[in-house]
């Protein structure tokens, strides 16, 4: 069964920069709809930013302008760039991939916004 796997999580003060990538752990094909979703302590798990197979973009008003999500599709990897972090963007962040009826999830990577 393949999944995606994250990577780039941790601590980061206000204010500042964190990037997060994600990969299949093997081959799954071309044609997926990329995002990121996430969920804080206590909430349910919300969109942050979708890229389609033809990189257009979608992102949550609460986070437009501050990130960026990117895309390789040779190796189906996405990456989410973020700037000017809040604590409120504080959460579980978890890359999914979405083609039909075939949905994969990672398993979650934690991003703490804190002084």
């Known amino acids: 069964q393949v999944q995606l796997v994250e990577s780039g999580g941790g601590l980061v003060q206000p204010g500042g920069t964190l990037k997060l990538s994600c990969a299949p752990s093997?081959?799954?094909?071309?044609?997926?709809?990329m995002g990121w979703y996430r969920q804080a302590p206590g909430k349910q798990r919300e969109l942050v930013a979708v890229?389609?197979?033809?990189?257009?973009?979608r992102y949550a008003d609460s986070v437009k302008g501050r990130f960026t999500i990117s895309r390789d599709n040779a190796k189906n990897t996405i990456d989410l760039k973020m700037n000017s972090m809040k604590p409120e963007d504080t959460a579980v962040y978890y890359c999914?991939?979405?083609?039909?009826?075939?949905?994969?999830w990672g398993k979650g990577t934690l991003v703490t916004v804190s002084s």
């Open positions: 093997g081959s799954i094909g071309n044609g997926y709809s």
């Open positions: 890229i389609s197979s033809g990189d257009s973009t």
């Open positions: 999914n991939a979405r083609l039909g009826v075939r949905n994969y």
